[in-house]
């Protein structure tokens, strides 16, 4: 499987707005989190999953996505090709990060939140984390 983009959209009136992703599913979905980079610190970086796909949906500000590829879970290449997909608050959608990645939050503004859906039960997570040091790959400025 590859990373993808699942689109959404919103829809305004005088109520208010509402966004959705109406191709999203939680079939798989394990359990969410709510991501807040501090204003010091707006990378976190890297941490690959063997098993655990993770799905990211911007709330509040902005984010950058990173992600890549790692051929060796105990020595990955450090010539990996990062990508990058930006996700805002004003541009509804999911980026789908399938299990076999690494990937890092860059948030591009202060108090910007993003959540997180997980597939792996939170009992099985230790045995598929791994960290990288945040200059492992180069972010692509």
Same mark, same amino acid.
């Given at each position: 499987?590859?990373?993808?983009?699942?689109?959404?959209?919103?829809?305004?009136?005088?109520?208010?707005?509402?966004?959705? /992703?109406?191709?999203?599913?939680?079939?798989? !979905?394990?359990?969410?989190?709510?991501?807040? *980079?501090?204003? @010091? %610190?707006?990378?976190?970086?890297?941490?690959?999953?063997?098993?655990?796909?993770?799905?990211?949906?911007?709330?509040s500000g902005s984010f950058?996505?990173?992600?890549?590829?790692?051929?060796?879970?105990?020595?990955?290449?450090?010539?990996?090709?990062?990508?990058?997909?930006? /996700?805002?608050?004003?541009?509804?959608?999911? !980026?789908?990060?399938?299990?076999?990645?690494? *990937?890092?939050? @860059? %948030?591009?503004?202060?108090?910007?939140?993003?959540?997180?859906?997980?597939?792996?039960?939170?009992?099985?997570?230790?045995?598929?984390?791994?960290?990288?040091?945040?200059?492992?790959?180069?972010?692509?400025?």
């Open positions: 499987m590859i990373p993808k983009v699942i689109q959404g959209g919103n829809f305004s009136d005088h109520r208010g707005t509402i966004s959705y /992703v109406n191709d999203f599913t939680f079939e798989d !979905i394990e359990r969410f989190y709510i991501i807040s *980079n501090s204003n @010091e %610190s707006p990378i976190r970086a890297w941490q690959g999953h063997k098993l655990d796909a993770k799905n990211f949906y911007c709330l950058k996505i990173h992600f890549v590829k790692v051929d060796d879970w105990e020595n990955p290449s450090k010539n990996l090709k990062v990508e990058t997909i930006i /996700v805002s608050e004003s541009d509804s959608k999911i !980026i789908h990060i399938p299990a076999g990645y690494a *990937n890092a939050i @860059e %948030s591009l503004e202060n108090n910007s939140k993003l959540i997180s859906f997980s597939t792996l039960p939170l009992k099985d997570v230790k045995d598929d984390d791994v960290r990288y040091p945040a200059d492992y790959w180069l972010i692509n400025e």
